[in-house]
């Protein structure tokens, strides 16, 4: 079992598994009138799965089911005894929510599990005030099956008690609606009454004239003022409202005393007939009515022929009972071989109001069917009755799990060549090889479609974003290609005279060698005369086996000192670690942590071929003042230097500051050794951030060099020091508009710092370890923008976090990264890049600046049209990155990609990439949401995916009935990933946490690549009580949702970022026992125990 990502550790045991629902997208009903918005029913079609593939056809539907939301996530609620077994590993204060009660934690970036389905073997109910939350480590074990509780527990800051309503897109369309049914008539059921009428006399059924013409039979008999009986579990309601004074019934038409409802409905029980009485095809009639049969009578023409209701066009049958009519049924279910949303009562604006169709009728005057409200719907005129809340059964729906396995069995095994034109690549969870023929590998630069439109209408009209997700320094298989070297001397690498682009196997020789024609500018370059070759009778160079960048899509030149700051090769970059000593830093044992393990921190650091470390470092530490230490090798002890003004910083160390690990280890663990004495006693409690990078950047420049910052800080900085913040934490704008400005960064302080310190080269990672508010949107935004990293502990116990610490620390140490970097994205004549998302920084529209970059890190670019492309030609793209590597050497990496043009919608959907669309639409909401409330996001997001598969239906499938959802292929998990990533803790408002929490989600968003995206929108869940002990690693993932998880079950739930162990009160006595040392679940002491090594326990135990 490989660890790759950074988690945040926790266990849980006890009654209520870890909640969060993964269906129920609730699509926008404004879509255009011809487009229908898209939705999930309850029941299955006959055919199987939940939804339907391009071609695929059924029976119109009787009801349009607009979606909704139904999940919810769950908390432990402060002041209230958890569950037996149940916390997190890392405390939570009062008012940061954290995992306890059986809930998932609510940090998680994405939702993990289906609330409706949760299985519930406890009872109590226990509420919480307003914005509270657990102290998750100090949880007071409760009895496993307490008596009187009664369901799941709420989470989020409500206080409320019961299910909760998903955080996620509001139902936009009505409830459904359901009445009386009868059987033995042909008439389709009153239950498919689906949609309200509209205002005003039109659409409202009224009485039938008097004297109906057309109509044959005899009168019927029976009572002459029956009213419907109220459906089975609705008491007390009453019947839509009607043209007239409360309580008045509807008169009946001459000659049919019996009837008291419009043409349309059935009878209520015992209500006689003619004989013979046949109903409109497909009607089904009420239980307990009884009539002699009737003859001669005529069914009603289709709904398309009928008129309005109560007009004398309208022609039928009287209607009465018939023999057989069974009683009013409340089913909601599609008639079989429907699975849809179409909503065929529900009036479009500027369609015409005529009466019902065939089986919506309304009901008897004072009946209210099943799901009836008065209320109005926004948007909707006043009067028409709401459909209740339609649940979405999560099984109809696809299934990551399943298409990921599916992916992985199908193309797992295969090479997936790059030269392929219009076909993405396998999933980014699939493990699969790439051969370079051309094109850059995936794993380097993905695209949201690998077919781009031909126009920009054609875009605009699909409403998915043409977007690359790069990823320059991005690690890849030792089978695959690796990056070649070239170098072409002191002129450099050959590039275009017009635009600058760099050669690339997509350009073209003319003239017998001696010009090349550029794919991006179209314009002819002559060659250089030491880069010049003759050509073959196929216009190909004879050398291109002898030339990398003309026969790889991703290649590595030589930079030269015209690449280079004042025409001067770099050295190599030195990194310095800025450690905390106030009395906060001490508290959380941070000094103790760091002196014990930071000689096993630089051993990690990046060696040659020899084994020698090219990179300096250099140690500081600081409360209210700096202190720098000498520590080279020839001296008998360390020196410290103590900078107490810092107003205006200087390095007082010229000589010495900055050491190679190897000449000084001695002195280096010496220093280490009496670190920890040394500031046993410090009672400072102000601390400072500002000056400490400062001083940090003015000592690379002193040393003439670029490098990165490891600083590791525990509280706010405030007082009178530059830098200083204010605490702006208030609860009162949680959850209101102006919720976006506690997102943004406080003055212009540490933006004008972040802008020196990407023109000096230095990057920053903050370890931020504190247990109150520190500010993190004003802190990440500053990180973010240097190209580092914020990492954030909030509660830091040494017990917890200090595993998490520790391995952070040291993947940002050993692994790849660049420094003093630029990148550029080029692409063909008609497409230009407008918007650029991720850790950046940027001074006009086309360069990305950075600190330094990493092979973690990804970067989205949104590409939109110029001109017209024509189609079958190529659309090329060039990512350039011009960086210093860890040896000082100036590189400049080349990632190209060709995609395939075309004008046919087919084409485009069937390239779309789920992955990298999905990693776009997160960077972009990401930095959507600090200019928009939650609110607006969530609709934008929600329309957006609406359309998308609105688009595809209107032109790429065949003629569906109206209650039918299409969905591509390749986007068939769009609806639920959409749902999951507006779900995530990075966008609730009200934050499921703190305010630091969600900036720190969202920051973390911002940088995340494929891989880490992937699974912070859909966490995965694997059952660890079915380890095989014959096997090695972890079983089988299964769908996150609450059915998958049992009280007889143990379960780790992931989603990148942090780690739980949930535990099942019935959990197999032996697991337990095996992993924990316990007898049962409730022994576990969840306070003692590391979860990271929990879960290497329980591998182990398979081996």
């Known amino acids: 079992m490989s660890y790759q990502q950074p988690m945040n550790f926790g266990v849980y045991g006890g009654h209520q598994p870890p909640v969060s629902q993964v269906a129920g997208m609730s699509l926008q009903p404004n879509v255009p009138p011809q487009v229908p918005s898209t939705s999930y029913g309850n029941q299955p079609p006959p055919n199987g799965p939940g939804y339907f593939p391009e071609g695929a056809s059924s029976q119109p539907p009787a009801s349009f089911h607009h979606p909704t939301h139904a999940s919810s996530q769950h908390q432990f609620m402060a002041g209230s005894m958890p569950p037996v077994g149940m916390a997190k590993s890392q405390e939570q204060a009062p008012g940061y929510g954290g995992f306890g009660g059986g809930g998932l934690s609510q940090g998680m970036t994405g939702p993990l599990l289906n609330i409706e389905q949760m299985p519930i073997s406890s009872t109590a109910r226990i509420r919480q005030p307003v914005g509270t939350a657990p102290s998750a480590m100090k949880m007071h074990q409760q009895p496993i099956g307490t008596p009187g509780m009664t369901g799941p527990l709420l989470s989020g800051p409500t206080g409320l008690t019961g299910p909760l309503a998903m955080i996620g897109p509001p139902s936009m369309g009505p409830p459904s609606m359901s009445g009386p049914m009868s059987t033995g008539m042909t ?453 410290m230097m103590v900078l107490t003004d810092v107003e205006e910083v200087f390095v007082p160390i010229v000589e010495g500051f900055l050491v190679f690990v190897d000449e000084s280890r001695p002195m280096l663990e010496t220093l280490f050794s009496q670190l920890p004495s040394m500031f046993a006693n410090n009672k400072e409690s102000k601390v400072i951030l500002g000056p400490v990078v400062k001083a940090g950047i003015e000592a690379l420049k002193a040393a003439g060099r670029a490098g990165k910052l490891f600083i590791f800080h525990s509280a706010l900085s405030t007082g009178d020091v530059p830098g200083a913040l204010k605490k702006r934490e208030d609860t009162k704008l949680l959850g209101t508009d102006k919720e976006k400005s506690l997102l943004l960064p406080q003055g212009s302080y540490y933006s004008k710092l972040a802008e020196e310190c990407v023109q000096s080269g230095v990057s920053v990672e903050i370890f931020m370890c504190a247990d109150s508010y520190t500010d993190v949107a004003t802190i990440g935004h500053f990180t973010s923008t240097v190209g580092g990293q914020l990492h954030y502990y909030p509660q830091f116990r040494i017990a917890s976090d200090a595993d998490r610490l520790l391995h952070d620390l040291s993947n940002s140490v050993a692994r790849q990264t660049g420094f003093d970097a630029v990148m550029r994205v080029r692409a063909s004549t008609g497409l230009r890049p407008t918007a650029f998302f991720g850790a950046l920084y940027m001074q006009n529209t086309t360069d990305i600046e950075l600190g330094s970059i990493d092979c973690d890190k990804a970067i989205a670019v949104e590409i939109k049209h110029d001109d017209k492309l024509k189609e079958g030609e190529e659309a090329c793209f060039q990512a350039a990155l011009l960086y210093t590597n860890v040896f000082g050497q100036r590189r400049l990496r080349t990632h190209n990609l060709a995609l395939s043009t075309s004008n046919g919608y087919g084409d485009i959907f069937r390239s779309c990439e789920i992955n990298a669309l999905m990693n776009f639409f997160s960077k972009s909401i990401a930095s959507m949401i600090t200019s928009m409330n939650y609110k607006a996001v969530q609709e934008t997001l929600t329309k957006q995916c609406s359309i998308i598969l609105s688009c595809y239906r209107k032109h790429c499938s065949t003629p569906q009935s109206a209650g039918q959802l299409i969905l591509p292929e390749t986007l068939k998990l769009l609806p639920i990933y959409c749902n999951t990533l507006l779900k995530s803790a990075a966008f609730c408002s009200p934050p499921l946490r703190s305010i630091d929490n969600k900036c720190w989600l969202l920051f973390q968003l911002k940088s995340m690549n494929l891989s880490a995206s992937s699974i912070c929108i859909y966490p995965r869940l694997f059952p660890l009580h079915n380890l095989n002990v014959e096997e090695s690693g972890i079983p089988a993932m299964v769908r996150c949702m609450a059915k998958s998880v049992q009280q007889n079950g143990v379960y780790l739930i992931e989603d990148g970022i942090e780690m739980v162990i949930w535990i099942g009160e019935l959990a197999p006595i032996e697991f337990v026992m095996s992993v924990f040392g316990v007898n049962s679940p409730r022994e576990v002491n969840v306070e003692s125990v590391s979860t990271y090594h929990l879960f290497l326990i329980c591998v182990a135990t398979t081996s």
């Not at 109509?215 to 029976?222: A, L, M, S």
């Not at 990056?483 to 635009?499: A, W």
């Open 187 to 639: 008439g389709p059921p009153l239950s498919g009454i689906t949609g309200p009428p509209p205002s005003g006399n039109t659409g409202i059924p009224g009485p039938p004239p008097s004297g109906p013409t057309g109509i044959t039979g005899p009168p019927p008999t029976g009572p002459t003022r029956m009213t419907g009986p109220m459906p089975v579990g609705q008491p007390g309601m009453t019947g839509p409202p009607h043209n007239g004074p409360s309580g008045m019934t509807i008169p009946q038409p001459t000659g049919h005393p019996g009837m008291t409802g419009p043409p349309g409905m059935t009878g209520p029980p015992g209500m006689t007939g003619p004989p013979g009485m046949t109903g409109p095809p497909g009607m089904t009639g009420l239980p307990g009515m009884t009539g002699p049969p009737s003859s001669g009578l005529t069914a009603p023409p289709p709904p398309s022929q009928l008129g309005m209701a109560g007009h004398p066009s309208m022609r039928g049958p009287p209607f009465t009972g018939a023999s057989g009519i069974t009683g009013p049924s409340q089913s909601r279910m599609a008639p079989p071989g429907n699975y849809g949303y179409g909503h065929q009562g529900y009036a479009q604006p500027g369609t015409h109001h005529g009466p019902p169709p065939a089986g919506q009728g309304f009901p008897p005057h004072g009946m209210t069917p099943s799901g009836f409200s008065p209320t109005a719907l926004p948007g909707q005129a006043a009067g028409p009755m709401a459909q209740a809340p339609r649940k979405v059964d999560p099984d109809q729906m696809p299934s990551p799990v399943d298409v990921i396995e599916g992916d992985r069995e199908s193309r797992g095994s295969t090479v997936y060549s790059t030269a392929t034109r219009g076909i993405p690549p396998p999933l980014v969870s699939t493990d699969f090889t790439v051969e370079d023929n051309g094109c850059c590998n995936p794993r380097y630069m993905r695209t949201t479609m690998y077919t781009v439109p031909c126009s920009n209408d054609l875009l605009a009209s699909i409403k998915i974003p043409l977007g690359l997700i790069v990823q320059p320094l991005a690690n890849v298989k030792r089978t695959e290609q690796q990056l070649l070297l070239v170098d072409h001397g002191q002129d450099g690498p050959i590039r275009c005279r017009r635009c600058k682009a760099y050669m690339n196997p997509f350009t073209r020789f003319l003239d017998g060698g001696r010009q090349f024609y550029c794919p991006f500018c179209q314009f002819s370059s002559e060659v250089p005369p030491e880069f010049f070759c003759h050509l073959d009778h196929q216009g190909r160079r004879t050398d291109i086996m002898q030339r990398p960048e003309l026969l790889y899509g991703s290649v590595e030149y030589v930079a030269t000192k015209d690449y280079c700051k004042e025409s001067k090769l770099p050295k190599p970059p030195a990194y310095i670690f800025m450690i905390d000593v106030s009395v906060h830093g001490l508290h959380h044992g941070l000094l103790n942590l760091l002196s014990h393990h930071m000689i096993q921190i630089l051993e990690k650091l990046p060696r040659d071929e020899e084994g020698k470390c090219p990179l300096q470092v250099g140690f500081v530490t600081y409360d209210k003042a700096l202190h720098f230490y000498n520590v080279l090798g020839s001296l008998a002890q360390p020196q």
